[in-house]
């Protein structure tokens, strides 16, 4: 008898029992017959157990390595960039292994980008599984990986996103590759496309789009953030109609980064009429003068009527009926925040003919001011205005303060500007006009720089921080974690020389000693790792 069929025989008398169904050892020729010859004439259960335990036994010894159809992939080509040293190498096997915070592996990976090398054969597995969790850091990892690594990529579905390099496929090996690959595969494939060419990217995806799981069709509408244009617009206008929910928030995200897409003009239609700019106006006279002239002052402050319903079309282009976010805004006044979240903020400086920073104070001024600043900080993010976003922090008035958006406010800046907005913060925390304190140790302007400003901090900042950090080392009475995690945050993010000269002459309280030396020798590892790599 062949080996599957009795193992299938074996199975069914196992299920149901040999008291069900009598159990025989069966006979057996060839290699099978020695195997069995000693169960024939004990108890059914055990002839049961025996023979399973022999035909196991058999299976896996006589069975024959299975072959791949496939042909074998070609070598990988040869490599065009240099290894690093020995010393580099172990420094970001150290990184790998040691659980250090992932901006010390994009400082190796940049720095190493510019030494012009790259990674070392024995990471590169380590480090494509990690781009593969971390989208940030995939373009720092991808221009450093080298032949081997892109070759090694493409053996994985799971690593796709690297394996192409900055070779765009063939049409018909793109179009394969649309058809058969996972969708972790497609969107990397998508975002490379549209890097190069957005239409053929979205012509990609439209041909598909009615056969595509919800989850996907939302995550390749997520990769036209990569070269959105005008030209887009059409196809997101009709992802607004798409029955899922997350794949009509991504469009409405989308088309409110277009300044002239159908999406914003019908918005603003709506809004246009019940936002309006209004002036107080104050009359006083001069006390040290009673006889002169009255001196008249106006401040500025914006005034809104609320939207009468939320209708169909409003909740088309993204509008939600009922509050939601935890916000205790009304539900008209929620209808009308969400609407100016999507008008990019410049219109309103060209429709009242006030600067940004003007805009802001009479948004503050007003009594919606908790409808208002929310809905214009969102516009400027989406819209990526650097000048509104910097009207919007804040730097004159502590009710301007919004925690939840601050992140991507500042990162939406230009790295040049954004340091002297977190700058701007700091100095008012250290004036007390910004911030209460909530802890003893760390404060709450540093523990700003923790969850919110992305690494490195530029030199400018850095003395900013350096100025400020002695005083709560110096005075810490007890061990305090957000101290702790602030200082595993500017370990990763100062400037590593700069810092170490700075911190040379500190005096520590003891109760957190151990947490500095911990960020003095995280520093002085950044230090050796980016000299190794500058040599």
């Not at 024939?40 to 002839?47: E, I, Y």
């Not at 493409?154 to 049409?171: H, I, L, T």
């Not at 019940?274 to 006889?291: G, I, K, M, N, R």
């Not at 920073?357 to 919606?368: F, G, L, T």
Request: aromatic share 6%; glycine share 6%; charged share 25%.
């Amino acid at each position: 008898m062949a080996p599957e069929p009795l193992w299938n025989d074996l199975a069914a008398a196992a299920l149901l029992g040999t008291e069900r169904r009598a159990f025989a050892v069966p006979q057996a020729e060839g290699g099978l017959a020695p195997l069995f010859g000693g169960l024939t004439g004990t108890d059914p259960g055990k002839a049961l157990l025996g023979t399973a335990a022999a035909l196991a036994l058999y299976r896996r010894a006589g069975r024959r390595p299975a072959k791949d159809a496939e042909p074998p992939p070609e070598p990988a080509p040869v490599e065009t960039r240099p290894r690093p040293s020995a010393t580099a190498a172990a420094h970001l096997a150290q990184v790998l292994s040691s659980g250090m915070t992932r901006e010390v592996l994009a400082e190796w990976l940049t720095a190493l980008d510019r030494a012009g090398r790259r990674v070392p054969e024995e990471s590169l597995p380590a480090l494509l599984e990690i781009g593969r969790k971390d989208r940030e850091l995939r373009p720092s990892l991808v221009a450093v990986l080298g032949e081997r690594g892109r070759w090694l990529a493409r053996q994985n579905p799971d690593w796709a996103y690297a394996g192409a390099g900055e070779a765009q496929p063939e049409s018909s090996a793109t179009d394969t590759a649309w058809q058969t690959g996972t969708s972790e595969a497609r969107a990397a494939l998508l975002r490379q496309l549209r890097k190069a060419d957005p239409a053929r990217g979205r012509e990609l995806v439209a041909s598909t789009w009615s056969t595509e799981e919800p989850s996907d069709r939302a995550g390749f509408l997520e990769a036209f953030e990569v070269g959105l244009g005008p030209d887009d617009e059409s196809f997101l206008e009709s992802a607004l109609d798409d029955r899922r929910k997350e794949v009509r928030s991504v469009a409405v995200e989308l088309l409110s980064q277009l300044p002239q897409s159908r999406l914003v003009r019908r918005v603003l239609e709506r809004v246009a009429p019940l936002l309006a700019l209004s002036v107080e106006v104050t009359l006083s006279a001069l006390e040290s003068a009673p006889s002169k002239p009255i001196v008249v002052k106006t401040k500025p402050f914006a005034e809104f009527e609320l939207p009468a319903a939320c209708d169909k079309p409003m909740q088309r282009d993204g509008i939600e009926p009922k509050p939601q976010g935890g916000t205790k805004l009304g539900e008209k006044a929620w209808w009308l925040s969400q609407m100016l979240g999507c008008i990019p903020p410049a219109v309103w400086s060209r429709v009242w003919g006030k600067p940004p920073h003007e805009v802001v104070q009479a948004a503050i001024a007003s009594k919606w001011n908790d409808a208002l600043y929310p809905a214009l900080t969102r516009a400027a993010i989406r819209a990526r205005d650097a000048e509104w976003i910097e009207a919007l922090l804040p730097q004159r008035h502590r009710a301007a303060l919004n925690l939840n958006d601050l992140s991507e406010m500042i990162q939406a800046l230009p790295a040049e500007r954004r340091e002297r907005a977190v700058q701007g913060l700091l100095r008012m925390d250290a004036q007390g006009k910004l911030f209460k304190k909530v802890e003893e140790l760390a404060d709450a302007g540093l523990m700003l720089l923790t969850d919110h400003v992305p690494a490195p901090w530029g030199e400018e900042l850095a003395i900013e921080i350096l100025g400020r950090l002695p005083l709560n080392l110096a005075n810490a009475k007890y061990y305090d974690y957000q101290c702790h995690r602030f200082l595993k945050a500017a370990g990763a993010a100062l400037p590593a020389a700069l810092a170490i000269q700075a911190v040379a002459d500190w005096k520590v309280a003891e109760a957190i000693r151990s947490q500095f030396d911990e960020f003095v020798a995280l520093l002085q590892f950044r230090h050796d790792m980016l000299k190794e790599l500058s040599t």
